[in-house]
C-alpha cells in the first residue's frame, strides 16, 4: 500500500473535483460515476491509501459488490458522519466520496446501514475550516460565582474577552428571565459575581439571549414585552459608553422586517465589519407546534432591520429544532443546537461551514463528544477569534438547571 501526504492528497482529490464542480450536497448524474471514478482512480495511481495506526491518513478503498469479510457494499450512516468528517478534516482532504466502486473512509471498522445504488458527491468546505483548528476541549463549568441553581443560557464572551452577557432566571430579577453581565479584570482572572444590567433592557416579562455588537455600543435579544409582533419579538437598544452595562437606551422592537405572530429569540448579530452591517442570524417558531427554524434579516450599523427575514434552507431540517445560531467573525462558520437525528443526546451543538460569506452552508456536522453529552446541551457562543465557545447545558457537575460552560480550541 502507498501512503500519500495529506497535502498531495487534498491537492489530487481538488483536481478531481474541480473537473465537476458538483454543487454540495448534490448526487453525481448517472452518467458521470464512470468517468469520475477512472479519473479519480487516476488521480491515486490506481493504489489505495490506508489508514495505518495514528497515522491520521483517510483510506481510499475500492470497493467491490463483496468486500474481504463478505459483507455487501454499501454507504457509510449519519451516525458515523461526524467521525469520518473529523478525520478528512485532520489531513486536511477535501472531500467524502462514496460512488460506485469506490470510498473514502477512515478505517476497516466502517459501520454500515444502506446499499450503494447510486453516486453521492458531497463537498467539503468545513474540512478545511477544520484543518485550520484542533478539537474542542471538555467544557469546563464556569464555577458557581457566574451559575446558579437556576438557569443560566445565551452566554456571549464579548470582543476583549472581558465580559459574559447571558440570561438566568436567578432570583434578583425584574421579570422571570433577566440579562445579567459578569465581568473580570483580566483575561487570566477569575469572574465577578454577575449584575443585572436592569431597565429598560430588563422588564417584568422574559427577557433573554442578549447580543452585543462587535463595537459594543449595540444590543439585541429576545422579549415577551407588550407591544411587539408575537410574544417574543427581537428588539435592539443602543449605548454611548460600551463599557457602562447600565448605560442601555429605551428599546427598539425591530419591526415586521424581522418579527412576526410567531416567535423570535437567540439573535446573533454578524457584521460585515464595525463600521458596517451586517445579517442578524435568529430563530423563528410556532410555540404550538414547539418547533424552531434558523433565519437571518440584514441589519444596517445603527440597527435597523431591513427585512423580510430569510430561511436559511441548508441548516434547517424539517421536524426539528434548530435554535441560536452563532457565527465565526468572518462569517465561514456557524454554531447552533438541535434535536435532530444524529445527535449525542436531547439537543446537541452542531457546526457547518462555507468557503465564503455569501456562499451556502455545508451539511451540519455534530460536534460529539466532549462537547455534545447524553443530555440537553445548548445555546452555543462562539467568541470574537473564534478560539471559545461558552454553551449552556444541564450535564452532571453543575450548580443546577441549565450552566453555562465553557470549551476552547486553538488554532493551527
Known amino acids: 500500500m502507498r501512503i500519500l501526504s495529506g497535502r498531495r492528497l487534498r491537492a489530487r482529490l481538488q483536481r478531481s473535483v474541480r473537473i465537476f464542480s458538483a454543487r454540495r450536497g448534490a448526487s453525481m448524474p448517472s452518467r458521470d460515476c464512470a468517468r469520475f471514478r477512472s479519473l479519480f482512480l487516476r488521480a491515486i495511481k490506481k493504489r489505495p491509501v490506508r489508514c495505518y495506526g495514528t497515522t491520521g491518513y483517510p483510506a481510499l478503498v475500492p470497493l467491490t459488490r463483496d468486500d474481504s469479510s463478505g459483507r455487501k457494499l454499501r454507504t457509510i450512516s449519519k451516525s458515523k458522519w461526524k467521525f469520518v468528517h473529523f478525520a478528512v478534516g485532520t489531513t486536511g482532504g477535501l472531500m467524502r466520496t462514496i460512488y460506485i466502486g469506490c470510498a473514502l473512509v477512515v478505517g476497516a471498522t466502517l459501520a454500515c446501514t444502506a446499499d450503494v445504488t447510486d453516486a453521492d458527491l458531497v463537498l467539503h468546505s468545513s474540512s478545511l475550516s477544520a484543518a485550520k483548528y484542533s478539537d474542542w476541549s471538555t467544557p469546563v463549568n464556569l464555577g458557581p460565582i457566574v451559575n446558579s441553581t437556576s438557569n443560566e443560557q445565551n452566554a456571549q464572551l464579548l470582543k476583549d474577552g472581558l465580559a459574559i452577557y447571558f440570561s438566568s432566571n436567578r432570583p434578583g430579577g425584574l421579570g422571570s428571565q433577566d440579562i445579567w453581565v459578569t465581568r473580570r479584570v ?12 436592569g431597565p429598560p433592557v430588563n422588564s417584568p416579562e422574559n427577557d433573554f439571549a442578549p447580543n452585543v455588537s462587535i463595537d459594543g455600543h449595540l444590543l439585541f435579544w429576545a422579549s415577551s414585552r407588550p407591544g411587539g409582533h408575537g410574544a417574543p419579538d427581537l428588539y435592539m437598544s443602543r449605548r454611548d459608553n460600551p463599557n457602562d452595562d447600565h448605560g442601555w437606551g429605551e428599546p427598539v422592537n425591530l419591526g415586521p422586517g424581522a418579527n412576526t405572530a410567531d416567535f423570535e429569540q437567540a439573535p446573533n448579530y454578524h457584521q460585515n465589519a464595525e463600521e458596517g452591517g451586517g445579517n442578524l442570524y435568529f430563530n ?7 418547533l424552531a427554524d434558523l433565519y437571518y434579516v ?20 424539517v421536524g426539528a429544532n434548530e435554535q441560536a445560531a452563532s457565527l465565526r467573525h468572518d462569517g465561514k462558520e456557524v454554531f447552533f443546537f438541535s434535536n435532530r437525528l444524529g445527535g449525542e443526546g436531547l439537543t446537541d451543538i452542531w457546526t457547518s461551514t ?3 460569506a455569501n456562499d451556502a452552508w455545508s451539511a451540519p456536522v455534530n460536534l460529539g463528544a466532549p462537547v455534545n453529552t447524553p443530555f440537553a446541551d445548548v445555546t452555543p457562543n462562539l467568541s470574537f477569534d473564534g478560539l471559545t465557545m461558552i454553551l449552556g447545558s444541564n450535564r452532571p457537575g453543575g ?4 450552566d453555562l460552560w465553557m470549551t476552547t480550541r486553538s488554532k493551527h
Open 354 to 356: 462555507r468557503q465564503n
Open 284 to 290: 423563528r417558531g410556532d410555540a404550538t407546534l414547539n
Open 186 to 197: 483580566s483575561v487570566d482572572s477569575r469572574w465577578e459575581a454577575p449584575v443585572n444590567i
Open 298 to 317: 440584514g441589519v444596517s450599523r445603527d440597527g435597523v432591520a431591513h427585512g423580510p427575514a430569510v430561511f436559511v434552507a441548508e441548516l434547517n431540517m
Open 399 to 402: 450548580s443546577g438547571g441549565n
